[in-house]
């Protein structure tokens, strides 16, 4: 039993902008953690277009459950680079104090990168029924995130890749936070560490199995 | 009367002769030597939208699968991945596409 916040805190110190659905039969483990929230992806791919996965939110004292569906829509394969533009559903549960009630989600999300050039656009959208957190009132949430990031040098597939990442998100009609990253892959494993100018951190990590 | 019987029984002889020559079995192993020659110990193959290492590495095990494979090399740089077959196997252009598209990539063959 020790064995679950055990795991949930090595994901938790861990998470990232991913690609919600990978190879078939890809099992993908993404953690994106900052001082505000912490989320957790489980994906399974089913091909290289569809996968199905489970979202753990915790963010403002609630915990989101949500099963869901994540699809590309598009993916464009270049000679020097790669754009993708996936979509997702999702319908879960939000446990706040001992209540619980639906939650529904949709997501978009666009990337495009190169060896040199990377950019991110994320849109998620969540139709919350709890009507009792006094710290998220908001019930049609919106989070947008969007990415800008370039390689100081360009490493090939056996090396250990960096990136240097700025961040900017924005929770409903909250400030827009500016989070800059490092991030660094492997092969298979991707971490990233990142600072924003408040003082907070950010842990993603990203794993392919 | 001599002579016609001679002349038939050489005849005969050679029409036997004719018959028995589509027997003659061809030479297996030269054939199978050259088959086997003629299979590619390694291939390069390009792949269009193969920038980053973390999602290459799908195409890496995806070929690692293959019990013909025996060993994969990728490069981003030189965008292609390049594939070592064990002896005397390969795989098929269509089923090399076939796996770089499972992975989300598209091959590129050379002429």
Request: include cysteine; hydrophobic fraction near 40%; aromatic fraction near 12%.
């Amino acid at each position: 039993m020790r064995l679950i916040p055990l795991l949930y805190l090595v994901l938790t110190s861990l998470t990232v902008s991913a690609h919600p659905v990978s190879y078939k039969d890809a099992l993908g483990i993404m953690s994106y953690n900052s001082t505000q929230m912490n989320e957790i992806l489980l994906t399974y791919s089913l091909n290289y277009n569809y996968a199905i996965g489970h979202t753990y939110i915790r963010e403002k004292n609630s915990e989101f459950y949500i099963p869901r569906f994540n699809w590309l829509a598009k993916r464009w394969n270049n000679e020097d680079s790669q754009g993708n533009l996936y979509l997702s559903a999702g319908s879960g549960v939000e446990k706040y104090n001992n209540t619980t009630s639906n939650v529904r989600l949709v997501e978009v999300v666009a990337d495009w990168e190169s060896r040199k050039y990377y950019t991110y656009l994320e849109h998620l959208y969540m139709l919350r029924d709890n009507k009792d957190n006094p710290l998220w009132q908001q019930r049609d949430d919106n989070h947008t995130k969007l990415r800008l990031g370039f390689a100081p040098f360009l490493a090939d597939y056996n090396d250990l890749n960096i990136w240097l990442i700025t961040q900017w998100t924005q929770h409903n009609t909250e400030n827009i936070e500016a989070t800059q990253f490092m991030r660094f892959y492997m092969k298979n494993v991707l971490w990233e560490v990142g600072a924003d100018f408040n003082g907070g951190f950010a842990f993603n990590f990203m794993i392919h199995i | 009367m001599k002579r016609i019987i001679l002349i038939i029984i050489l005849l005969g002889t050679t029409a036997f002769a004719k018959e028995a020559k589509p027997e003659v079995k061809p030479q297996p192993p030269v054939v199978e030597a050259k088959s086997e020659a003629v299979l590619p110990q390694e291939l390069k193959v390009g792949v269009k939208g193969m920038v980053c290492a973390f999602c290459a590495q799908g195409i890496e095990k995806n070929f690692l699968k293959q019990p013909e494979v025996s060993k994969v090399e990728v490069s981003l740089e030189n965008k292609y991945v390049k594939l070592k077959f064990k002896e005397g196997k390969t795989l098929a252009k269509d089923k090399i596409a076939s796996i770089l598209k499972e992975a989300g990539y598209e091959s590129v063959f050379g002429e």
